[in-house]
């Protein structure tokens, strides 16, 4: 009942990224052609245009594509984090025997591809972008899943689903961990300590959303100040919020029955407003509702229309937008590494990591899922695209070329695994023969 209560329905969820997954594409494409046009210079004014502040030796003034990079991307890595922290609580990650599968999936989509680019980076400049094709976009795999409608189990949609989490965790700790800037200790202590008030408020009982929101705000300045990216303030204040609910079921039923039977005894208004009883009638509805729902699934189903379809989309356009021509400068070797990390390494990593697991008895995969399905999406899992560009960008920030190359190769490298599993899952996935027996 609870599990129920709590998340949200697992095929509105799937709709929704789906959807958002083609906002992207368009997002991509106008992106592209907008900076190979006669108007590419405006493509480029646009997102360097500064916007800030300064103010008594405060600076907080930067270009338009950092205030989405290290701003909006800290909402959609807020969104992560509660969906990190549902997952773990009550969903598809709450115990050893759920976890295990997507984690063997998630381990070798992390690891072999990291380990392809450790091995054929041959250029110590561009060492630094080995997290670039570590993390799978959720988005775009999901999108290219619903293509396939019902050919595809609902299990396969979830075991997705789970992985590209657990990447999501890998990608956020690697970010954390290598590249952030130095350290400004008193900035991120402070920080530290107001995340540490939130998480003790959030025990005993106490969430409000306004104060999460302004200490957030806080928070995510300490961070950008401190040398930490910001983005990672979104993840660590969404694990502040808490799942559960205030009133159970029955007492929110019962009181909805009163509040019910006292707007009937109410006198009714002949002119087009409330009178004063049903005024406070419906005042303590609303305090009933958020005393009923879970904070954290009111937060998340509210914010995820405006990253998948706003947040999202806006990355992509101000990103993706890499001018192609014959003057282009580009380190041809980063482009091909990364290309061949997110098809290869992720379809090689990630069946090898699951079949082995399989073997050795440590996972139970699910039987309507067959080996070329696992194939199938671990291609699918080669799509990068918005984490990918995200980890590119931190890591070449100071390199527009290798930065470039990285979009490049990003670009090719996600459509070449879209295309590759698309075809995968839409022969094989009628194809019992390849059933994996329990």
Known sequence: MIQKRILNPFQKFVQIESFSGILLLIATVIALIWANSPLGESYQYLWQYKIGFTSQGFELSKPLILWINDGLMAVFFFLIGLEIKREFMIGELSSVKKLSFPLAGALGGMLVPVLFFMILNQNPDTFRGWGTPMATDIAFSLAVLKLLGNRVPMSLKLFLTAFAIVDDIGAVLVIAVFYSGNIQLGMLFSGILLLAVLYFLSYKG???????????????????????????????????????????????????????????????????????????????????????????????????????????????????????????????????????????????????????AKKLKLIEIPHDIGKWQIIGVAFLAGIGFTMAIFVASLAYANNPVYIDSAKIGILIGSFISAIIGYLILRLKSNSHKYKITQ
């Open 206 to 356: 106490y969430y409000s959303k306004y104060a999460t929101l302004l200490i957030g705000l806080i928070i995510w300045v300490l961070f950008l100040k401190s040398g930490i990216h910001p983005t990672i303030a979104g993840i660590l204040l969404a694990f502040s919020v808490p799942v559960n609910q205030r009133i159970d079921t029955p007492t929110f039923i019962d009181n909805l029955v009163k509040i019910t039977e006292n707007i009937k005894k109410a006198k009714i208004s002949e002119k087009p407003i409330l009178c004063k009883e049903q005024i406070e009638q419906i005042d303590n509805l609303e305090d009933w509702t958020n005393k009923y729902q879970s904070p954290l699934q009111h937060l998340e189903h509210k914010l995820h229309d405006w990253v998948a379809y706003f947040i999202i989309p806006v990355f992509a356009l101000a990103n993706a937008g890499v001018v192609i021509d014959s003057d282009i400068q580009l380190e041809m070797p980063l482009v091909r590494n990364i290309i061949i990390c997110l098809v290869v390494g992720n379809s090689t990593g990630i069946p090898l990591m699951v079949f082995l």
